[in-house]
């Protein structure tokens, strides 16, 4: 029986880099460099084709950079090299992310020919004088014309991203923002606070540092999100992302309830269960633990350097599931040197743990232990928080034999509430949730 999967497919292009961004994307990138980083995506994807059967696609999500601004033709060029390989469902989610300014007619309408039906627009504010000093492509006419054309165009499934914690923005002014947005509509809105990464503009610009909102006025804009969206009718699903009922981004919650994902292109990360084993270097030692389980496992415990991890293929294993960790490269000439060549020579593989190999790097075979801390703080990050059912199923351990004094002990704070057998955290809890969930790292 086929297991679900999700994709994630990375275009590491936009029109121009905003202040505050540090994801892996690339402002003013020639069509010709687009297009050979596509043509070298697509041998990437295709090279899956050695595992593809065992999966059935559930949700694709194209993301970025700015999937929109490369042409229409080149997204197609990429979904159906998903579809010759994988099988994917006739109900598969699939979302593309755009920006308002090169949302075109003529590349939304492409979209949907493609059958692509959630779309994820980046709106972030609907002050132009805030959108300016983001440095962000678009304004906020342009925004309305893309929402305006894309329902015409059929879409009932659209995202709206904004974000809360902009250097000299008031209350009034914010709030202005989630009351226009809601009067749109749209069936999902993703509220993030900006955060100040290292490296990036932002960081350098000292009076734009000066004006960034206070902690305690982060936190209001914040309850203000709840409050506002709450009463509009939209769910708050997880920390930062809010829904209409039905329309929880599918993508999303299989990444935070411990689905298998396959994330492709530039630094694209990946979780997947493999029937592979697992060795070091190249030297496999071949030694049984006294309950019989691969001594290998144990090595990774006590010397473990993921660089130095390889995955082998063994039929000793076949059947039995490793869950393992891997990311793409995030050097673009690297990533088109090498997966354009692949097919062609020294890069054909006939094993996806020689694929796997080559061409990624941070491979990391997960322990019992990393599988139980991210259940946990994936899981609390949701609303609805983690089933301690499915802990046990998964795990075979009481859920309170290991963190029952955790528990505890934030269950009399008021921070997480026991709700028959799931464990969520409180609205007070969520606001410190990052404290909260380290205590449940092992
Ligand atoms: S559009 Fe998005 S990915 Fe591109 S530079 Fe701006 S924030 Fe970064």
Not at 294 to 315: A, S
Not at 318 to 342: C, H, M, P, Q, W
């Amino acid at each position: 029986m086929s297991r679900e999967l999700s994709i994630y497919i990375h275009i590491p292009f936009c029109k121009k880099k905003c202040i505050y961004c540090d994801f892996l994307s690339f402002g003013e990138c020639d069509i010709i460099r687009q297009r050979e980083y596509v043509d070298a995506l697509c041998k990437e994807i295709g090279a899956y084709s050695l595992i593809a059967e065992d999966y059935s696609v559930v949700t694709i999500f194209v993301g970025g950079g700015t999937p929109s601004y490369i042409p229409a033709e080149y997204i197609g060029k990429i979904l159906n090299k998903v579809r010759k390989t994988f099988t994917v469902s006739a109900d598969a989610e699939i979302t593309i992310e755009g920006n308002p300014d090169s949302l075109t007619a003529d590349k939304i309408g492409e979209y949907r020919k493609l059958g692509i039906n959630r779309l994820s627009i980046g709106l972030q504010s609907t002050n132009d004088d805030m959108l300016k000093t983001l440095g962000r492509a678009h304004n906020y006419d342009q925004f309305i014309a893309a929402y305006s054309r894309a329902r015409e165009a059929g879409f009932s499934n659209i995202n709206i991203d904004i974000m809360s914690g902009l250097p000299g923005e008031s209350m009034e002014s914010y709030v202005k923002t989630l009351g226009k947005v809601v009067e749109l509509s749209p069936e999902h809105i993703s509220a993030y606070s900006l955060i100040v990464e290292d490296g990036t503009p932002l960081a350098d610009d000292v009076d734009l540092l000066s004006k960034l909102p206070s902690e305690e006025m982060d936190r209001k804009q914040y309850a203000r999100t709840k409050l506002l969206l709450g009463g509009a009718g939209y769910n708050r699903y997880e920390i930062s992302n809010y829904a209409r009922t039905g329309y929880e981004c599918r993508h999303n919650l299989r990444y935070w309830t411990g689905g298998e994902y396959l994330g492709v292109g530039l630094g694209a990360s990946s979780y997947m269960k493999l029937s592979i084993g697992k060795d070091y270097d190249t030297t496999f030692i071949d030694i049984e633990d006294e309950y019989g389980d691969d001594y290998e496992y144990e090595l990774q415990h006590e010397y473990g350097d993921d660089k130095d991890i390889k995955l082998y293929e063994d039929n000793e294993v076949a059947g039995n599931l490793t869950a393992v960790r891997f990311k793409g490269i995030d050097n673009i000439d690297e990533y088109i040197g090498r997966f354009s060549k692949l097919g062609t020579g020294w890069t054909d593989v006939s094993s996806i743990a020689e694929y796997i190999n080559n061409c990624y790097t941070a491979i990391h075979v997960q322990k019992e232990k990393d599988e139980i801390e991210e259940f946990m703080f994936l899981g609390l990050r949701c609303i609805s928080g983690i089933d301690c059912r499915e802990f046990e199923k998964r795990f075979g351990k009481d859920i309170r034999e290991m963190y029952g004094a955790v528990i505890d002990k934030y269950v009399s704070s008021g921070y997480l509430v026991v709700d028959g057998e799931r464990l969520h955290l409180s609205d007070k809890g969520l606001d410190v949730s990052n404290t909260i969930m380290a205590e449940f790292m092992l």
